[in-house]
């Protein structure tokens, strides 16, 4: 049976969600447990976007072996390099170029004549094979572009050494039936593509709700590489969701008969892993992993899976990685289960990290009797930040109520392990809060968003206090928790400053890096 290809853009196509923005160890955790998930291809970033984009690629394709690193780059000179430079230390390395090719892009984007384009991308490929020999080529926007062009198009870009063809419907204007008749004409029209083994592939977007359904068409039609996200994010709208295309795939193997190299016991623990890491919540009836995909209220529906399950379960839970007892542990529990736990939810941390989340794990079961799979992922998440975090929240005293000036208090530690003090005053504590940190680091912004959400159920819950901050136009999100809600906007905010710092920071070194 006939294989196609998961290539996941999470960590590129995925991170430009506004608000998605990933840290380099969160990047890493991610392409690990991508990598355990049986993702083919991990199109790790945009090297040439930023300093911060081409070592985050670089640390990914040194740390990932059994799946194929991809940097993108445009079809210029130096994106090129940035992009072969990134991914030279990877097992498994590939260099993903593109170019606009539709009318309107021509006509308004890139101002240039078709005979442009494709010497242009021509030159980009043959460029990027000086770096490796898996090179793929993406005619932007194919799904408006003429037929006649793209074959012309596809054609010269094969002729010059891409080994993979992406024809992408980058604004979700495609609909199933035509998309899928641009694969299986191509095909058909050029021999070149069956003499020299090239595997096209599909990349949807899913402004009119088609993007998986538009991806599966394309198999049909020939494709055998799919380009998705976890949890379907991305750009506007999002990208194809690849928990939906690969349980489709799995759930009707009897009508595709295709498979994949997709462990789908871990799709479940990858969901959460990215939505805790990017801050973007999963809807809960989001297909496959929210939390109502295997929820039944009406009586009717939950009569008949008591009886047989089938009846209204097409898919067993336990398939995608969903637990049907999730492990509750308490202050009683040892380093051992603790462990445990956070490797069956798919992280990787040092022992120094793991002593760490242990320690925190124990202070918040002293708090709560019941600590939860997702108490323990918010741990792991704030571990992956320590190494980053320029300032650390040491105390914090607020003063508010009706008749009362809402005044805060604030504590923090620097890098240097300095402890630095301020007060300040406010239209409400988050305000005054925010505004005793902002003195206190030098970093000001503006609040873009401020959301706030129970972790687990009950009254002992952690609150979760999410955040997007515009600092000189760069939006960063910041995350906190604690089972005070004051307590967890102030990390939050503090979360935020602490990537902008740093990547700053890292900016900065790697400028200077590279200018040695």
Known sequence: METVRIFDTTLRDGEQSPGATLTLPEKVEIARQLEALGVDIIEAGFPIASNGDFESVRAVA??????????????????????????????SGRVHVFCATSKIHRDFKLKKAKEDIIRISVESIRQARGYTDDVEFSPEDASRTEMEFLEE????????????????????????????????????????????????????????GMAVANSLAAVEGGARQIECTINGIGERAGNAALEEIVMMLKTRNDFYKINTRIDATKIFPTSRM????????????????????????????????????????????????????????????????????????????????????FHKFKALADKKKEVFDE???????????????????VGLQVTAGSNTIPTATVSLKDSNGEIQ????????????????????????????????????????????????????????????????????SALAYLSAINRLRTAASREKLVTQHASV
């Open 62 to 91: 040194a740390e990932v072996t059994k799946s194929t690193v991809c940097g993108l780059s445009r079809c210029t000179p130096k994106d090129v390099e940035r992009a072969g430079e990134a991914i030279k230390d990877a097992k």
């Open 421 to 488: 003090q301020d007060a300040s005053i406010g239209d409400g504590p988050v305000d005054a809060i925010y505004s005793a940190i902002a003195r206190l680091t030098g970093v000001k912004g503006s609040l873009q968003d401020y959301r706030i959400r129970a972790v687990t159920k009950g009254k002992e819950a952690q609150g979760e206090v999410q955040i997007e901050l515009n600092h000189s136009g760069k939006i960063v999100r910041g995350r906190g928790l604690s089972t005070d809600i004051l307590e967890a």
């Open 375 to 393: 108490d323990i992922e918010a741990i792991v998440d704030e571990q992956l930040e320590v190494e980053t975090a320029l300032w650390e929240l």
């Open 153 to 208: 198009i596809v054609q010269a870009a094969i002729e010059a050494g891409a080994t993979t063809i992406n024809l992408p419907d980058t604004v979700g204007y495609a609909t199933p039936k035509g998309y899928g008749e641009i694969f299986s004409h191509l095909i058909k029209k050029l021999p070149i593509i069956r003499e020299k083994n090239i595997i096209l592939s599909s990349h949807c977007h899913n402004d009119l």
């Open 274 to 357: 990215v939505s805790t890491l990017t801050g973007l919540v999963v809807q809960r009836n989001k297909a496959i992993v929210g939390q109502n995909a295997f929820a039944h209220e009406s009586g009717i529906h939950q009569d008949g899976v008591l009886k047989y399950r089938e009846t209204y379960e097409i898919m067993d839970p336990a398939h995608v990685g969903i637990p049907a007892n999730s492990l509750v542990l308490g202050k009683h529990s040892g380093r051992h289960a603790f462990k445990d736990r956070v490797a069956q939810l798919g992280f990787t941390l040092s022992e120094e990290q793991l002593e760490s989340a």
